[in-house]
């Protein structure tokens, strides 16, 4: 380890830091509906959309009502990359002349898009056409996060409304955050990567003769606009197989720390609008604290083995870090820095392969998932998958003391719990299930490159980043196939929605409840303890869960790698 | 909930459409035509061009075997630096297929006594397209290259010198070596050494 990698991992944080509140600021405008400077040029835009499609965006709906809207949504969205992925060998912009995709392998690819997984059973510049990238997915890439967002904000609406039945209007939050929030960073962001070296053309690929006379194919494309809201949108779908280690997608350190702080910005600034929105934002800063001390132990431990080195390699006289499946560019810091962005939110874009990191270091990115993403997380996924720890969190202080536990002026009550209790019991349900089905099946056992616990971990990682909507993989796995397609597209499905329904109706009926003013007996949320507690649930709750699984893989590894044993 | 489904309909359907034209459309060629008008260069893969003809791309790797080259790193895209299909090895930490890969890669190179092998120069990266070297990879194959042609070890391990680069803040990732641009200005220094 470095002074300098660690003097990397304090300014990220600090620069996040002192983002939050203008982008907090700035979700808070949108979470109200109120005018922005951006509507002077794109406020004709947003009245057209509603006009065309029979919305009035003033309507209030019911959590139901919300639910179904945004569902169907999501599902016309799905089968329309479906039909373009099938499609894609007739379609236009297609320069490689590419082939329509395999039904299982559109199938997955559509619901891993919709559900903001973007986990990629192929390869990108071997596989999608220029129309497929542009047209069927960089539009779930701006959607799917547009969808988290306005899901958070419906949850916070349950929490800031008293006796209220609705939780606001899903297509007016999904058109203002689309509009005003993720496409003019988007076209800023872009603009600075293709400035950086990251391709935006419609050709497919260009031809060229190496220094020693060979043949060599670059594959070109529409990249930047593409990477952008990748990145934004935490979305983590490369343009090309090797994501953003890949020259063309994250041609330097300087792109990869923007790369970075574009994957954590709106989460960060969502804890901030979540405090605004109750009315007290040192709210908001407590969750953010008990969020980077989580991050901050991950990012630790994984920069200090990755920097440590493999001590099988060092064995053969080389020293130095675990530079397998690394860039240059970026190195141990940036890389397991990055690592551990991609996979405490949901992003799921790589700088380096997880899957070649030493044993302990790539089992941060596996924790980071099973904590059900919390740690800043997804856009809007990840502030309300916290909040239910947090509901979790004052019922547990409730016990201890004895009272109706309370939380930013809510009651919360049996209905309540039950529901976080579901919506937390899915991830353990799914990841665990499905691995151990993989793990004694010959279809299951296919699939790990690597022999050894190893190969089990390369199970367990594909099910938790299935699970988690992350999209990351340790990728040595043979995913395209019709038994891992299918499991990860239903493990993608359930992750995402069977987590949505239940923290709606949380919404719903935390939105309909009185407002209990705090008083003396009221259990602190904003202080150091409550803070503490917080951490000490996810970690608990999100963690606990999976040890075993966690010693049958990457624990079994790391002792395996200090003993020196390969398999 | 019958109502609920129904009133969805429209509006799920037109703003799909409405979204697909402007965020799958219209957003991503605004940006290609901006793009090739204001990074011409940068847009279309950041290509070296020598005497007209296009010899690779500032930011791609590409394969070097001759002993008058300094070679890149091993690469696991393709049968090497193979840039229709990026891509790592995925080798986890106790596989034996790395082991023995790493050892091969030993093999060839061209020892220096006294100094261990920097780690970026038997293994493979992320990309299997990293154009870069670390200075001490580089380094590493100064007398290889020097002997190779004919030039002393002195003027080659200068170019190395010349060609480190580092972040635009030191801290942000570590200092490299572009190994195209490097062997490109070595072929220029041979073009008046002696082949």
């Given at each position: 380890m470095t002074i300098q990698g660690w003097l990397l991992i304090l300014v990220f944080v600090g620069v996040l830091l002192a983002l939050t509140k203008p982008m907090g600021l700035w979700l808070h405008a949108l979470y109200e509906g109120r005018r922005t400077p951006l509507h002077a040029v794109l406020g004709p835009v947003e009245r057209g959309f509603y006009r065309l499609s029979g919305i009035d965006p003033t309507e209030e709906m019911g959590w139901k009502r919300y639910a179904v809207h945004m569902l169907v949504f999501n599902a016309v969205l799905m089968l329309l990359t479906y039909a373009v992925l099938r499609l894609q060998g007739v379609l236009p912009l297609n320069p490689n002349k590419l082939a329509a995709l395999p039904e299982h392998l559109a199938a997955d690819t559509a619901i891993s898009f919709t559900t903001n997984t973007n986990w990629q059973s192929y390869a990108g510049e071997s596989t999608m056409s220029n129309l497929s990238q542009m047209f069927g997915l960089t539009i779930h890439n701006f959607l799917s996060a547009a969808t988290g967002i306005a899901l958070a904000f419906a949850f916070f609406r349950g929490f800031a409304r008293r006796e209220a039945e609705t939780i606001g209007n899903f297509w007016a939050d999904c058109t203002r955050i689309t509009l005003y929030l993720l496409l003019p960073i988007s076209i800023v962001y872009a603009l600075y990567l293709v400035a950086s070296g990251v391709p935006q053309t419609l050709a497919g690929s260009v031809d060229i003769t190496t220094l020693e006379g060979a043949k060599q194919t670059l594959a070109l494309g529409p990249v930047a606009s593409q990477e952008a809201i990748k990145m934004l949108g935490t979305n983590g779908g490369g343009f090309f197989n090797a994501n953003s280690a890949h020259p063309f997608e994250n041609p330097s350190a300087a792109t990869n720390f923007v790369q970075m702080l574009s994957i954590f910005l709106i989460g960060f600034g969502l804890t901030w609008t979540f405090g605004k929105a109750v009315g007290n934002t040192r709210q908001g800063w407590a969750i953010l604290s008990a969020m980077v001390m989580i991050f901050l132990v991950g990012v630790g431990v994984c920069y200090w083995q990755e920097a440590g080195g493999n001590p099988i390699v060092h064995h053969l006289g080389v020293a130095g870090p675990n530079m397998e499946g690394k860039e240059v560019r970026f190195g141990a810091a940036a890389s397991a820095l990055f690592a551990a962005v991609t996979t405490a939110a949901s992003c799921g874009a790589v700088n380096a392969m997880h899957d070649s990191f030493t044993a302990l270091g790539g089992m941060i990115p596996l924790i980071n998932i099973q904590l059900?993403?919390?740690?800043?997380?997804?856009?809007?996924a990840g502030v309300y998958g916290f909040l239910l720890f947090a509901i979790l969190a004052v019922f547990v202080a409730g016990l201890m003391v004895g009272r109706t536990p309370e939380y930013v002026g809510k009651k919360i009550e049996g209905r309540e719990v039950k529901l976080a209790v579901l919506a937390i019991a899915v991830l353990p349900l799914i990841i665990l299930g499905f691995t151990a089905v993989s793990a004694v099946v010959g279809a299951g056992l296919a699939g790990p490159l690597n022999k050894g616990p190893h190969g089990f971990t390369e199970i367990l990682y594909t099910f938790t980043s299935a699970v988690g909507n992350n999209g990351s993989a340790f990728a040595g796995l043979t995913a395209s196939t019709p038994f891992y397609d299918s499991m990860i597209g239903i493990a993608m499905w359930v992750g995402r929605f069977f987590i949505i329904v239940p923290m709606l109706a949380i919404a719903g009926s935390l939105a309909a409840k009185k407002y209990t003013p705090e008083t003396a007996g009221s259990f602190p949320t904003t202080g150091g303890l409550w803070v503490g507690l917080l951490v000490g649930i996810v970690l608990i709750l999100g963690g606990l869960t999976f040890l075993p699984s966690l010693a049958l893989g990457p624990i079994a590894d790391h002792l395996a790698m200090i003993a020196g044993k390969t398999f | 909930m019958n109502n609920d489904l129904t009133s969805s309909l429209r509006p799920a359907l037109v703003m799909t459409g409405l979204f697909a034209v402007l965020l799958g459309i219209a957003y991503p060629l605004a940006m290609t035509g901006v793009a090739q008008a204001v990074f011409p260069h940068q847009a279309n893969g950041s290509l070296v061009v020598d005497h007209g003809k296009a010899v690779g791309s500032e930011l791609i790797g590409q394969g070097f075997a001759s002993d008058r080259y300094f070679h890149p790193r091993p690469s696991a895209a393709g049968k090497g630096y193979d840039a229709m299909a990026s891509g790592g090895s995925n080798f986890g930490p106790t596989s034996q297929p790395l082991v023995d890969r790493i050892k091969g890669d030993i093999a060839n190179l061209h020892p220096v006594p006294g100094v261990s092998i920097p780690p970026d120069l038997v293994t493979a990266s992320a990309s299997g397209l990293d154009p870069d070297l670390s200075p001490e990879a580089a380094l590493y194959q100064v007398r290889r290259v020097a002997a190779a042609r004919r030039l002393p070890e002195a003027r080659v391990e200068a170019l190395v010198e010349g060609a480190i680069e580092t972040p635009i803040l030191p801290f942000l990732g570590d200092a490299h070596v572009n190994v195209l641009a490097l062997n490109r200005q070595l072929d220029r220094l041979g073009a008046t050494a002696g082949r």
């Open positions: 059900g993403e919390v740690v800043v997380g997804g856009v809007g | -």
